[in-house]
């Protein structure tokens, strides 16, 4: 059996908008996204490989195997990686990937 489901993926910064949301972290960014095994270990080749639109976001489908217990998500942003794990519970609707990466106030809304 799978888990089946579209997720949309963005970026985003530790910079919070006035809103209390975190800003989002705008231009093209290298993603990976890579399954984890009921261990938590790497599966051997990537789900994906992309770059996110302009906007820092990406939209896919994702089709993980039950034993699985989830995702890593890898952006690249200039020379820093970010990364978080996603249980496949989380993998639906939209998720969010922070990067340290602090913005002025006012960008990536």
Excluded at 8 to 31: N, Q, Y
Excluded at 54 to 80: A, D, M
Aim: net charge negative; aromatic share 4%.
């Amino acid at each position: 059996m799978y888990k089946e489901d579209e997720v949309k993926i963005k970026t985003v910064t530790s910079t919070m908008r006035p809103d209390g949301e975190l800003a989002g972290l705008g231009g093209k960014h290298f993603m990976k996204i890579v399954a984890l095994d009921g261990n938590l270990q790497e599966v051997e080749n990537p789900l994906q490989r992309s770059l996110t639109s302009r906007t820092g976001e990406t939209r896919t489908k994702l089709k993980l195997p039950n034993e699985w217990y989830g995702i890593k998500v890898e952006v690249t942003v200039g020379s820093q990686v970010c990364s978080k794990v996603f249980s496949k519970e989380e993998v639906t609707g939209e998720i969010e990937v922070p990067c340290d990466i602090e913005m002025p106030a006012g960008d990536g809304e």
